[in-house]
C-alpha cells in the first residue's frame, strides 16, 4: 500500500469532503481517503499494483476541484 497526501482546492464545507471521498472511493484500489477541507488536504491510501497516483489526482479532479502541484 501507499500514502499519497494532496494539496487541495476549492472545498469549502462537509460536503464537500463527503463528495471528494465519495469519488475516491470509486477508484479501483482506494483503500480509503480522508479530505480535510481546513487544511485543504486529501489523504489516500491505495494498492498501486490496481492504481496510480496519476489516477486518484485526475478522479479528485473530475469530481471538480483542483489538485495543488
Not at 469549502?12 to 469519488?23: D, S, Y
Not at 494498492?47 to 489526482?57: C, G, H
Amino acid at each position: 500500500m501507499e500514502q499519497l497526501e494532496l494539496r487541495v482546492n476549492g472545498m469549502t464545507c462537509g460536503a464537500c469532503e463527503q463528495r471528494i471521498q465519495r469519488a475516491l472511493a470509486q477508484v479501483d484500489g482506494v483503500v480509503r481517503s480522508a479530505a480535510d477541507r481546513r487544511a485543504a488536504r486529501v489523504k489516500v491510501v491505495f494498492d498501486p499494483a490496481r492504481t496510480s497516483a496519476q489516477a486518484v489526482q485526475a478522479r479528485i479532479k473530475q469530481a471538480g476541484y483542483e489538485v495543488a502541484s
